[in-house]
Each structure stands twice: as C-alpha cells, then as structure tokens.
C-alpha cells in the first residue's frame, strides 16, 4: 500500500495538472452534494426502528392534541388586584395571541358556546346504563320527587331564587346532577370554572388560556420566535398580573436558546485557545493546507449526506467536533514527521503512510458499523464521519504532500521533542516502578469508580429544564389540578364509533385487572351500540314508571303552588323518543375543548380515542399490552417510553462502542501483525474510555448519548495515539510525540471550552472527550513507553 | 330637504347626548356613593312567574362594606343566606330549626349570582361595564343589559333604581328570559354604621 502511494506521488509530482483536475473534480462534486442539503430537526430519527415500536409510539404521542397547545394562566400578585383587572387582562392578552404564531384561541370559544349543566339531562336515555339507572330510580320515589320539590320550593324563597326558572321547569329533580360527575372525567384540568366568558380558578384569582399553535416543537426558530412572542405579550400586562405559560415548544425554545448562547461562548473561548496553540506550536506557512484537512473531511461528509439522505438531521452537523478532532491528526501527523525529521517528502510518506493508514481504517470500520445501527440518525452520523474521514485520508496522503514547503523554523518543534524525551528517561528511569505503580493505582481507582457509572434513564435528561419553567409547570398543575397523563390508551378506528367501541373493550378489560380510567369519553359519548342498548332500557323504565313519575310531579308540586303546567318541559322530554349522542350534539353543548384532548384523527385518518390510566398501571403494561392490543388498542405510558427512548439510545450506543473496540482491535491485529503492537494501539483508547466513564461516574453525571458521542472521539484519538506512539518507539520519527501533543491540545482546548456551556448536552460531550483524550494522551506519551521499557 | 336636515341633525343631537345623560346618573351616583364605605337595609323580594300560582314574596336583610364584603340573608318565610368576604365565603339555609352551614364555599352558581349583586350594589361603572352594557332608562334609573351569552341565557334586563337626591339603590328588577320578573325593593337604608363583629365571617 505504501509503495503504491509513493508511486502515485512521484508520478504527480511531474504531473500536478492531474491533482489540479481531480481537486476540480472533487470540488465540483461536493459542491452538488452540499446543494442538496435539506435539513430537518425530525428527533424522530433517534428513535430506534426496532423492538419496542418506540418510533410508532412517539409519532402518535407527536400528534397528541395537547402538542399543539400552550397553557397560559394568568394569576393576581397579591390579593388587593381586582378580578375585573385580571379578567380584562385575560381578554387583551387573546387578542395578542396571533398568527403565525397562534391559530385559535381554544378557551376563548367557551363564549360563544355556553356550557348549560341542564342540557346534560337530554343525554340520559342514551347513559342509561344499569349504574345511572339506579341512581334515577332512587331519585325518582315517591318520597324523594315530594322532598325535591320541597327544597325547590324553599329555594324559590330564598337564595336560589335568581334563574331557577328554567333549570326548574326542564329538570324539577335535577337528573342532569347524575351525569354531571361524568364531566370531570373528560377534564384533564379539573380546578376548570366557567366565569365571565374564560376559564378561571375556583378562587377566581386565575385565569387560564388555551391557545392552539402551529409552531412544531422540532422547529427551534419558530419556537423562539413564539417564545419571544409571548414574552412581549406578558410584558404588557397591566400591573398586579402575572402569567405563566406551558408547552413542549417552550422547554424546546429554552434548549435551542441555550444551546446557541453556549456555541456563542464556547466558541470564543475555543477560538482564542485554538490561536495560542497555533502561534506556539503551528506557526508556519504549512498551517493551511494542514487545516485543509479537516475542512474537507467536515464538507466531503455533508456532500455525500446531501446525495444519500433526503432530509438531513440537522442535528448531525452538531457532532462534527468529531470529524474535524480525528481527520486533523492525520495531516499533523505526516507535517510533523516531515518538519521535524528532515526527512523528504517521500521519505515522509513511507514512515508516516503505515500509522495512518491503520488507524485510518480502524477508525473506518469501526464508524462503519453504526451503518447497521437500528437507529436513522446514527447511520446518518456514521456515513458523515466514514466518508469524511476517508476523504481526508486522501488528502492527507496523495494531496498535502505536493502541498507542504520547507521552512527554517524546527528549532523548536525539537526543543519540544527533546524535552518529551527527557520527561520519559525520568519516567522510564530508576523510578519507573514509582510511576507504574502510580499508573497501576489510577486505572484501578477508574475501573472501580467507573463500575458505577449509571445511564441516562429518560429521554428528558437530553435537555435542560430550567428552574423557571419547572416552578412554573408546577403553578400550573396545582392551579389548574392538571391529572398527570402517565399511561395512555389509544384506541383505534375507522370511525369514531369504532374507535369508541375499541375503547370500551379494552377499557372493560382493564375493569377486569382492578383499573378504572382517571380520563375517558365514554362516560359521555359511548359507541351507539351500549347507546341503543341504554335508550331501550330508559323506554322500558319509562313505559313502567314515566306516568306514575309524571303524576307525582303534579300532586305533589300543587300542594306546594307550583302551577298545572310548571313542568311542561320536563314532561315533554319523557315523551320524546330517546336520540344519540354524537360527538356534534356535544360540540354545540360546548363540551368539544374537553373532548378533543382525548379524540383526534391522526394523520392517516385514523380516529384515535385517549383514555388515562393512574401510574401504577405501568408496573404491569407488558402483562396488559398483548391483549389491548387484540381490541385495536394500544398502551404507552410517557414514562416508560421516555426511559425507553433515553436508556435503548444510550444502551445501542455503549453496545456500538464495545464492538468498534473489538473491530478495530481485529483490523490494527491484521495490519501490525503483532499482539503486543496491538494491545499497545489500544491502549490509549482504552485508558481513555475508562478515565472518561470515571469522571462522569466521580461527577455523578449519568452516561447519555452526547458523553457517547465524545467517547467514539476518545476512541479515534486513542488509536491514532496508540499507533502513532508504537510507530515512533520502532522508527524515533521525531515529530510523533509533538503531532500527538499537539492534536491532543486542540481537542482538549475545544472541548475544554464546552465545560463552560450551560446546556446538559454540551456539557456533557466537554466533559468525556476533555477526561477521555487527556487521559488517551498521557498512555500514549508515557504509559506506553513505561510499561514498554525493559531492564 | 330641509326635513332630511333636521332629522340628521335631530338623530345626531340623540347620538351625542344619550351616553352623556347615562354618564350624568352614574356621575351623580358615583360623586353620592363616594363617601359611603358600608350600608345595611332591609329587602322584600317578590317573583312573579307562570310556573307558580302565585307571587312569591321573601324578605330579608343585606349587609355591605365596600368593595368585596356582602352578607345577603332571607328571614322570611325561610331562613337561608350567603355571605362574600373578598375571595371567601360560605351559605347556609335552615334545616330543623337551626342555622346549617351548607358550604364553607359558595355553590359555583351562586358564586356568580353573588358577584353580581355586589357589582349591583358597589356601583363601580368600571366593573360593572365588563359584563352589561348600560344605558339609562329615567333620570333616576340604569338599565343593564348582559353581554355574556351566558347570563344572556338567564336575564334579559336588570333596572335599578336610585333615591332621589342621595342616589342609594331603592330598587332592583331582574327581567327573565323566561318571562318571570323579580323586584327587589329596599327599605331602611342606613350607611356607614358600625356592623357586628362577624357578620361576614359566619351565618
């Protein structure tokens, strides 16, 4: 391989118009692939394709009404604000919420259609369950409608006097009373009252608004554009009233934000590291071609992206720290041989070619295996750093060559050398037990303090939830008695009857297994077929008792003054015969903002009906799951999928990264033909993955997928390390130690300056690639050749 | 054309003085009630209605302090009340001869009914503008129409009338949408007399 790359060297150093072309060439070609770039924030593609359905079950989540919806309250400073200030606060801040940034102001619609209890009693026939039928029964004695009547009548003179005219002449015994506790089981938010046309708090010191966005949580601009939206609108309230807001596109908003203000710092202080290290250690003409290197790994790995994947996961370009950390050690590699060994140029390449070319491939195939990975954005990511990498191995090898000048100034790239040298001989010295002894305890201490790193559990974990929004959230719910929605089950259909009936199924099963939904349409809109078999069991109640009911309601209410023909419309509805119930005559009671929280069509035009179970369902969902699925229901608990989602990522990652060890160590074997070389190679890697799992164990912070992220850079830089280390102690090519120096101070400048970011992600990566490549650095520079050296 | 004229300048004379002749009743209440910090009277309240045979009349006892403290009582010929007291408040009735509270809370729908006596009562045209819209009937009455569908449901049209020269409240008449009507008329007016101690905070 060596020697064919030398020949394609001699034969183009005559010849530099065929490397002129072919860099057009290439040029032209990445350029199209750049192009066709279409990026999308689609966190969908981390989700595994395989196993739990995760992916299913987050889509449909995704499409859960309440994604689309913002909680607003508004609440009073102190006691002394007068409601009448809050309620005109309320109405002004609907009419700020606008598009594009708001569609439709849910609890605004309350107004126009008014919810009146006593419309509940035309929905009896159809509910006339065994349940509803023995509760009218009782109240529907003799002695009960004379007691009713009583009280009505003593109402009549006293504080139920106001508007009693109607509710007394449509329902003298108050039956809608028996299917109003129905409705708190279609309200998520159950300290909900209708006053003054909105949505306000029983204490009346609150008033909640229910806004419907378009804004997607995944589109990070628009959702700081809502954000900020709605930051104005509340700086506008008047004095006294405060307000809180609550969505996915919020906690999303304050990820991106964050995220960009830490790029912002992380990057200046990166830059200015990044300067110092090059003015001590790179400042030569050769400093371009050199940066060349990772340039073209970072635009060779977003071209072949733009040709193959349509859209492209935005968030991949976040992890190309990666590809620009690893691609540079080649290029510094074969600068640093060729300017600090005086060799020539093709002298240069026949020692630098082997290392590179090995830990190159090592590094391939193990990028390579991800391409299996069951994970889209993780294949993604692996085609972006193989093609990168082997993009800028070409480089390296046939282009920087032809590329490098000579320079006077290697004077101090040798002091550097020779001070590394000097540094060994201590080490490797009279006192090298000492030190073994020392390396021996530190990596004991590692391995134990790694022993008990834990993974992350959640999905949640990826973000940041500042304190502000989380005591906000909490405002929320305990103002509002928002019922958690830890345990779905989604029922399906072609129409909503089916999906009704699916539900009634799988919800009498799980009546069966002692748990009744803490959320459920059904008590309000069963499927038509428990509807008609209600209604025939009302006919047959009134066909036995209407009469004698009817002429109890006139004896007894003209003994108390009550006029001949006062309850001529409640008679008029026990003649009438019985009528569905759809969701459309429910819509026009006003009960529709509480229904389509837990009805929706997806987007394949299925009708989905949502019941919520109490948390403790979880412990036995793979026991349930089987046979809810039978009556074409599904069961996801947030929680579950949300651990799911956190710990299988982190898990299929951690997996990934064993067998790329174990791949490189079968490539680097097959290459350097030796099982000492080999361990050797690994070592830094090794040592480095151990030091980075003991920091992130010794910090308490639990091993996500950004940490991951940062270990394959641990993993790459390791190797490179390793054979670059092994290289130099067979062939004392002097500028090894100062190539891996000096690649392992950018990594550790770059992203050392991450430990400064605020956002869990960032951090996180700083910190395993910092503890990672500083520890893959000193096994290569030291510990190699300590445990190497002998008597 | 010179009829057209006039009538222009007839209905344009109607247009600008109608609000300012409601704004010079409230005006004049507002300047009256100015110095008025609490008020007690008595009531008779008479409901007439097609769905009882005859009017029915209760009377009883209303105790006020501005702006948020209200204790509203029936003693005749049942016993039962409510009283608001700022964000609190609680009703009772008699049951076997005894004061029986019935909630340490007000019922959601008397919650409304006694908000808006209060806002009958204070006055406070600010206020009571976000739920009527109010238009002057006489020189000494103010007709409130509800905006809200809600109470639109219930009440077509509220009066009140006022004293001549103090401008207290003699009079309130609730017209239903049904067709009952209800009178509450004052009698006994006294203000700013110093109330038991308790009176808003138990029956």
């Known amino acids: 391989m060596t020697e064919l790359i030398l020949t394609i060297f001699s034969y183009c150093q005559n010849k530099r118009w065929i490397l002129l072309v072919f860099a057009i060439c290439s040029i032209i070609f990445m350029g199209l692939g750049v192009k066709q770039l279409r990026f999308a924030n689609d966190l969908n593609q981390f989700i595994p394709e395989d196993g739990l359905n995760l992916k299913d079950d987050f889509n449909l989540i995704q499409q859960l009404p309440a994604q689309k919806q913002i909680l607003i309250s508004l609440y009073k400073e102190n006691e002394n604000v007068k409601t009448a200030l809050l309620v005109e606060a309320a109405k002004d801040l609907n009419s700020k919420l606008t598009p594009p940034y708001f569609s439709e102001i849910l609890s605004e619609q309350i107004q126009a259609k008014v919810f009146n209890p006593i419309s509940l009693r035309d929905l009896i026939p159809s509910l006339f369950s065994d349940q509803l039928a023995t509760q009218i029964i009782a109240s529907t004695t003799t002695k009960e409608v004379a007691k009713k009547l009583a009280e009505e009548q003593q109402e009549l003179f006293g504080v139920g006097s106001f508007g009693k005219s109607i509710t007394i002449r449509e329902d003298p015994l108050e039956l809608y009373r028996n299917v109003l506790p129905r409705l708190t089981n279609i309200n998520a938010l159950g300290n909900i009252r209708i006053r003054q046309g909105l949505f306000m708090n029983s204490q009346e010191d609150s008033v909640l608004i229910i806004a419907k966005t378009a804004v997607a949580t995944t589109n990070s601009s628009e959702t700081e554009a809502l954000v900020k939206h709605l930051d104005k609108a509340f700086s506008e309230l008047p004095e006294g009233i405060k307000a809180d807001a609550l969505a996915s596109q919020i906690y999303a908003a304050a990820n991106s934000s964050t995220i960009k203000n830490d790029i912002f710092t992380v990057s200046i202080i990166g830059i200015v590291g990044l300067i110092i290290i090059a003015f001590f250690f790179l400042r030569t003409i050769n400093i371009l071609p050199i940066l060349l290197a990772p340039l073209i790994a970072y635009i060779a790995g977003a071209a072949a992206i733009g040709f193959v994947w349509q859209p492209t996961l935005a968030m991949i370009f976040g992890f190309a720290p990666i590809l620009l950390g690893i691609s540079i050690d080649y290029a510094l590699h074969l600068y640093y041989v060729y300017s600090s060994d005086f060799l020539d140029k093709k002298e240069t390449i026949r020692q630098v070619s082997k290392p590179i070319l090995t830990s190159a491939f090592s590094t391939v195939l193990a990028f390579s295996l991800l391409l299996f990975s069951s994970v889209s954005g993780l294949r993604q990511l692996s085609f972006f750093i193989v093609i990168g990498l082997l993009a800028t191995l070409c480089y390296t090898l046939f282009f920087l060559p032809h590329l490098l000048v000579k320079t006077a100034k290697r004077k101090k790239k040798n002091d550097l050398n020779k001070s590394y040298i000097s540094v060994v001989q201590v080490i490797t010295g009279k006192y090298r037990l000492f030190f073994r002894v020392v390396f021996a305890v530190v990596i004991v201490f590692s391995i134990f303090m790694a022993s008990k790193i834990t993974f992350q559990n959640h999905i949640r974990d990826l973000g940041i939830r500042p304190a502000n929004l989380l005591s906000a959230e909490q405002r929320i719910n305990d103002t509002w008695g928002k019922k958690s929605d830890s345990v779905m089950i989604f029922s399906f259909g072609n129409t909503m009857d089916e999906a009704l009936y699916n539900s009634l199924k799988s919800q009498n099963y799980m009546a069966e297994n002692g748990f009744t939904p803490k959320l459920s349409i059904l008590g309000i809109l069963p499927p038509v077929i428990s509807q008609q078999k209600n209604q025939k069991a009302w006919k047959n109640f009134l066909q036995t008792e209407g009469r004698s009911l009817q002429k109890e309601l006139q004896v007894s209410g003209g003994n108390l003054g009550f006029s001949d023909n006062a309850f001529d419309p409640f008679y008029y509805f026990l003649q009438d015969s019985p009528k569905d119930i759809t969701y459309e005559n429910l819509k026009e009671l006003g009960l529709d903002s509480l229904i389509s929280q837990l009805y929706f069509i997806n987007e394949d035009g299925e009708h989905i009906v949502i019941s919520m179970y109490p948390k403790e369902v979880n412990d036995i969902i793979p026991l349930l799951n089987e046979e809810i699925l039978g009556f074409g229901s599904k069961i996801i608990s947030m929680d579950e999928m949300g651990k799911n989602l956190g710990s299988g990522l982190s898990h299929s990652f951690a997996n990934f990264i064993l067998l790329a060890l174990l791949a490189m160590a079968i490539l680097i074997m097959l290459m350097l033909r030796s099982f000492t070389a080999t361990v050797s190679a690994l070592l830094p890697a090794l040592a480095g993955l151990i030091c980075m799992a003991a920091t992130l164990s010794f910090m308490q912070i639990n091993l996500g997928i950004f940490a991951l992220a940062g270990a394959l850079l641990v993993i790459g830089h390791g190797v490179d390390y390793g054979i670059y280390i092994n290289h130099y102690q067979a062939n004392k090519n002097a500028g090894t130690p100062t190539a891996i120096i000096v690649s392992g101070l950018t990594s550790l400048i770059g992203f050392g300056a991450l430990l400064t970011a605020k956002h869990p992600a960032l951090y996180d990566m700083g910190i395993s690639v910092f503890s990672g490549v500083f520890a893959a650095m000193i096994t290569a520079l030291f510990v190699i050749p300590l445990i190497s050296v002998r008597r | ?203």
């Open chain 2, 1 to 203: 054309m010179v009829v057209r004229q006039l009538l222009f300048q007839l209905s344009l004379l109607l247009l600008i003085s109608v609000p300012l002749y409601a704004t010079d009743l409230l005006g004049k209440i507002s300047i009256a009630n100015k110095e008025i910090k609490s008020s007690s009277m008595d009531f008779t309240q008479e409901t007439s209605t097609i769905f009882f045979k005859t009017p029915i009349v209760s009377k009883g006892k209303l105790y006020l302090i501005r702006p948020d403290k209200l204790r509203w009582e029936y003693i005749d010929p049942a016993i039962s009340g409510f009283i608001i007291n700022g964000n609190t408040g609680l009703q009772w009735n008699e049951k076997f001869e005894t004061k029986q509270i019935e909630s340490s809370q007000l019922s959601p729908i008397l919650r409304v009914i006694a908000g808006q006596i209060l806002l009958w009562l204070n006055l406070d045209e600010e206020s009571l503008s976000i739920n009527f819209t109010i238009t002057q009937k006489d020189y000494l009455s103010l007709q409130l129409i509800p905006i809200e569908a809600s109470m639109q449901e219930f009440i077509s049209v509220i009066t009140l009338s006022f004293t001549d020269l103090d401008y207290l409240i003699k009079e309130i008449v609730i017209e239903e949408k049904s067709g009952g009507t209800t009178v509450i008329s004052m009698q006994n007016i006294s203000v700013n007399k110093p109330f038991l101690v308790g009176k808003f905070t138990k029956p």
